[in-house]
Nanobody, 117 residues
Protein backbone atom coordinates (compact mmCIF):
# COMPACT_ATOMS: atom_id res chain seq x y z
CA UNK A 1 0.00 0.00 0.00
CA UNK A 2 1.06 3.54 -0.76
CA UNK A 3 -0.57 6.62 0.69
CA UNK A 4 -0.34 9.99 -1.08
CA UNK A 5 -1.26 13.30 0.51
CA UNK A 6 -1.37 16.43 -1.63
CA UNK A 7 -1.16 19.98 -0.36
CA UNK A 8 -0.57 23.48 -1.64
CA UNK A 9 -3.69 24.16 -3.66
CA UNK A 10 -5.67 27.36 -3.36
CA UNK A 11 -6.97 30.45 -5.09
CA UNK A 12 -4.60 32.57 -7.14
CA UNK A 13 -4.94 35.32 -9.72
CA UNK A 14 -4.02 34.74 -13.34
CA UNK A 15 -0.30 35.10 -13.81
CA UNK A 16 0.42 33.93 -10.29
CA UNK A 17 2.19 30.86 -8.97
CA UNK A 18 1.47 27.91 -6.73
CA UNK A 19 3.54 24.98 -5.55
CA UNK A 20 1.87 21.65 -4.94
CA UNK A 21 3.38 18.93 -2.79
CA UNK A 22 2.63 15.22 -2.65
CA UNK A 23 4.00 13.27 0.29
CA UNK A 24 4.20 9.51 -0.11
CA UNK A 25 4.21 6.93 2.66
CA UNK A 26 3.94 3.17 2.92
CA UNK A 27 5.76 1.00 0.39
CA UNK A 28 8.02 3.81 -0.79
CA UNK A 29 10.65 1.50 -2.22
CA UNK A 30 8.10 0.12 -4.67
CA UNK A 31 7.36 3.48 -6.28
CA UNK A 32 8.60 4.03 -9.83
CA UNK A 33 7.29 7.01 -11.78
CA UNK A 34 5.14 9.68 -10.18
CA UNK A 35 2.95 12.26 -11.75
CA UNK A 36 0.46 15.05 -11.44
CA UNK A 37 -2.92 14.97 -13.14
CA UNK A 38 -5.86 17.34 -13.13
CA UNK A 39 -9.57 17.18 -13.68
CA UNK A 40 -11.75 20.17 -14.39
CA UNK A 41 -15.54 20.03 -13.99
CA UNK A 42 -17.12 18.12 -16.86
CA UNK A 43 -13.78 17.08 -18.29
CA UNK A 44 -11.66 13.95 -18.22
CA UNK A 45 -8.65 13.64 -15.99
CA UNK A 46 -5.50 14.63 -17.88
CA UNK A 47 -1.81 14.34 -17.25
CA UNK A 48 0.03 17.49 -16.24
CA UNK A 49 3.54 16.25 -15.51
CA UNK A 50 5.36 12.97 -14.99
CA UNK A 51 8.75 12.22 -13.47
CA UNK A 52 10.52 8.89 -13.62
CA UNK A 53 12.48 7.35 -10.78
CA UNK A 54 15.60 8.58 -12.55
CA UNK A 55 14.34 12.13 -12.82
CA UNK A 56 13.23 12.24 -16.46
CA UNK A 57 10.28 14.57 -16.88
CA UNK A 58 7.49 14.93 -19.41
CA UNK A 59 4.83 17.59 -19.88
CA UNK A 60 1.97 18.18 -22.30
CA UNK A 61 2.24 21.26 -24.47
CA UNK A 62 -0.47 23.00 -22.44
CA UNK A 63 1.83 23.41 -19.42
CA UNK A 64 5.31 23.08 -20.91
CA UNK A 65 7.47 26.02 -19.89
CA UNK A 66 5.12 26.99 -17.08
CA UNK A 67 5.02 23.92 -14.82
CA UNK A 68 7.95 22.04 -13.33
CA UNK A 69 7.78 18.67 -11.60
CA UNK A 70 10.49 17.54 -9.21
CA UNK A 71 10.96 14.88 -6.59
CA UNK A 72 12.91 14.70 -3.36
CA UNK A 73 13.52 11.01 -2.73
CA UNK A 74 14.93 11.70 0.72
CA UNK A 75 11.61 13.28 1.73
CA UNK A 76 9.47 10.91 -0.37
CA UNK A 77 7.83 13.96 -1.86
CA UNK A 78 7.06 15.13 -5.37
CA UNK A 79 6.41 18.78 -6.19
CA UNK A 80 4.67 20.69 -8.94
CA UNK A 81 5.75 24.29 -9.36
CA UNK A 82 3.13 26.14 -11.39
CA UNK A 83 3.95 29.56 -12.81
CA UNK A 84 2.09 31.92 -15.11
CA UNK A 85 -1.18 30.31 -14.13
CA UNK A 86 -4.20 30.74 -16.36
CA UNK A 87 -7.92 30.42 -15.61
CA UNK A 88 -7.98 27.24 -17.70
CA UNK A 89 -5.57 25.66 -15.21
CA UNK A 90 -8.43 25.60 -12.70
CA UNK A 91 -9.02 21.99 -11.66
CA UNK A 92 -8.58 19.44 -8.93
CA UNK A 93 -4.97 18.29 -9.07
CA UNK A 94 -4.13 14.69 -8.20
CA UNK A 95 -0.86 12.98 -7.44
CA UNK A 96 -0.28 9.49 -8.80
CA UNK A 97 2.36 6.90 -7.93
CA UNK A 98 3.14 3.92 -10.15
CA UNK A 99 4.67 0.82 -8.63
CA UNK A 100 7.49 -1.16 -10.13
CA UNK A 101 6.90 -4.68 -11.45
CA UNK A 102 3.20 -4.96 -10.58
CA UNK A 103 2.07 -1.91 -12.52
CA UNK A 104 -0.30 -1.00 -9.71
CA UNK A 105 -0.86 2.68 -9.09
CA UNK A 106 -2.27 4.87 -6.35
CA UNK A 107 -3.98 8.27 -6.33
CA UNK A 108 -3.98 11.00 -3.77
CA UNK A 109 -7.19 12.66 -2.63
CA UNK A 110 -6.69 15.74 -4.79
CA UNK A 111 -6.20 19.43 -4.10
CA UNK A 112 -8.22 22.24 -5.64
CA UNK A 113 -6.47 24.90 -7.71
CA UNK A 114 -8.55 27.89 -8.75
CA UNK A 115 -7.15 30.61 -11.00
CA UNK A 116 -9.20 33.79 -11.22
CA UNK A 117 -9.09 36.10 -14.24
Amino acid sequence: QVQLVESGGGLVQAGGSLRLSCAASGRISSIDAMGWYRQAPGKQREVVAVISSGGTTNYPDSVKGRFTISRDNAKNTVYLQMNSLKPEDTAVYYCKANLRITGYYYWGQGTQVTVSS
